[in-house]
């Protein structure tokens, strides 16, 4: 894999999916280096064997980035961090004057929300800023993201299902929109197999799981995983996201917002056949990626299940 390729530059290298990113370019023996913005950042980055560039796409601060590329003919640049801060033109216009030529952009499915979110517009702005470049590119753009811990989804409805014996959602029409969760190790696995197929320059694929599932069912299968019961209780969307608006405006750091409540009425299953066409993309089933979670998360913390 990455046979072509001896250098990998990487953005976002220190996120949930970017820090798999960056261990499993350097387990396939590349010299990787990331853009870091703090001591923190060096250090966590170091610790993967890789080698921090200080920057900063907030002040648009990425000239000793890529005045470290030495062979842009041999070089991947690949992008994790998000699509929805106004970022990407002035990347896109670093990379071209840089030499490289072969990128991989992660963008995200939300992009087909139909609620007027106001990183909508940002994040197609920045696709196209992409697809009008003179770049090799390929955008990757995968639904919600868990098989972790950290993943800031489903270990945190794991957790809420061990510790309540009744658990509160807003189940719009009874649960019934789709979701089509995909592990983190498969998003790794196609955003690294996508640089080595010419078939991918100048496309983006929807990246899923295996399957969709309604959200009823998932939480299901999350309680069934966890070895729990809990109760279900369903309130209705308008009041769940007035009391998610409240949260938000009261508290410092919100960990929810009132978009994510109005999400779940969404389907947000998506069509992966052409990464599987294209790139033999194999998700798993969320079957068996949120049994891994759950043994990961059973493993490495305090919690208790029984």
């Given at each position: 894999m990455l046979d072509e390729f001896e250098d990998i530059f990487i953005i976002g290298g220190t996120g949930f999916t970017g820090a798999r990113i960056v261990k499993a370019s350097v387990g396939l023996g590349k010299n990787v280096f990331v853009l870091s913005r703090s001591s923190e950042s060096n250090k966590k980055i170091r610790g993967l064997n890789a080698v921090p560039i200080s920057g900063n796409l907030d002040g648009n601060d990425l000239g000793a980035f890529f005045d470290e590329v030495k062979e842009p003919k041999s070089t991947l640049f690949i992008y994790t961090a998000s699509m929805g801060f106004g970022h990407i033109e002035g990347v896109v216009r670093r990379l071209e004057s840089s030499g490289i030529k072969?990128?991989?952009?992660t963008s995200t499915s939300s992009i087909y929300t139909s609620l007027p979110v106001s990183s909508k517009p940002i994040r197609l702005k920045a696709e196209q800023a992409v697809m009008s470049s003179s770049l090799d590119w390929t955008i990757i753009r995968p639904t919600m993201i868990y098989g972790d811990?950290?993943?800031?989804?489903?270990?945190?409805?794991?957790?809420l299902v061990n510790k309540l014996p009744i658990v509160v959602l807003p189940l719009i029409d009874n649960g019934a929109a789709l979701q089509q969760p995909v592990h983190v190790d498969d998003l790794v696995s196609v955003i690294l197999t996508a640089a080595d197929f010419d078939i991918a320059i100048s496309k983006a694929y929807d990246i899923g799981g295996r399957d969709s599932i309604t959200l009823k069912n998932l939480f299901k299968q999350v309680s069934e995983t966890a070895r729990k019961k809990p109760i279900l209780v369903n309130v209705p969307s308008r009041t769940a996201a007035s009391f998610?608006?409240?949260?938000?405006?009261?508290?410092?750091?919100p960990k929810l917002k009132e978009e994510q409540i109005n999400r779940l009425a969404e389907n947000k299953n998506v069509d992966i056949s052409n990464a599987i066409n294209d790139l033999n993309y194999q998700p798993r089933s969320f079957y068996d990626g949120i049994k891994e979670e759950f043994q990961k998360i059973t493993l490495n913390s305090n919690i208790k299940f029984k």
């Open positions: 072969r990128a991989i952009f811990m950290g993943d800031r989804n489903m270990e945190r409805l794991i957790n998610v608006r409240l949260y938000a405006k009261t508290t410092k750091n």
